[in-house]
């Protein structure tokens, strides 16, 4: 079991940055592949980006691929998301995530075995 809390959220101007963090439980948090999701008002959650457990491989949607860099710092039990050059349609609640299946780098929702409790993002235009 692992719990994940996310911070760093808030109202920003479009075109100005954020930094997610998510921090997690437990002692074998080396062990989790980590995803970022977003629920936009009226839409569906989906996928925005994941890292491997070593943090060597990464994936992103291509609504966000080069803007958003995801990490991970597992000496501090801790995934971020670093989020640059945002847009108003980037306004939703980010989820951070882990997965059990420390092969594979998934990106449906579905992959995922916990979830944090979100953070608000709002980019104004």
């Known amino acids: 079991q692992v719990q994940l809390v996310e911070s760093g959220g808030g109202l920003v101007q479009a075109g100005g940055s954020l930094r997610l963090s998510c921090a997690a439980s437990?002692?074998?948090?080396?062990?989790?592949?980590m995803g970022w999701f977003r629920r936009a008002p009226g839409k569906e959650r989906e996928f925005v980006a994941a890292?491997?457990?070593?943090?060597?491989?990464?994936y992103y949607a291509d609504s966000v691929k080069g803007r958003f860099t995801i990490s991970r710092e597992n000496a501090k039990n801790t995934v971020y998301l670093q989020m640059n050059s945002l847009k108003p349609e980037d306004t939703a609640v980010y989820y951070c995530?882990?997965?059990?299946?420390?092969?594979?780098?998934?990106?449906?929702?579905?992959?995922?075995?916990?979830w944090g409790q979100g953070t608000q993002v709002t980019v104004s235009s």
């Open positions: 995530a882990a997965s059990k299946n420390w092969g594979r780098v998934g990106v449906t929702p579905s992959e995922y075995d916990y």
């Open positions: 437990g002692r074998t948090f080396s062990r989790y592949t």
């Open positions: 890292i491997s457990v070593s943090g060597g491989t990464t």
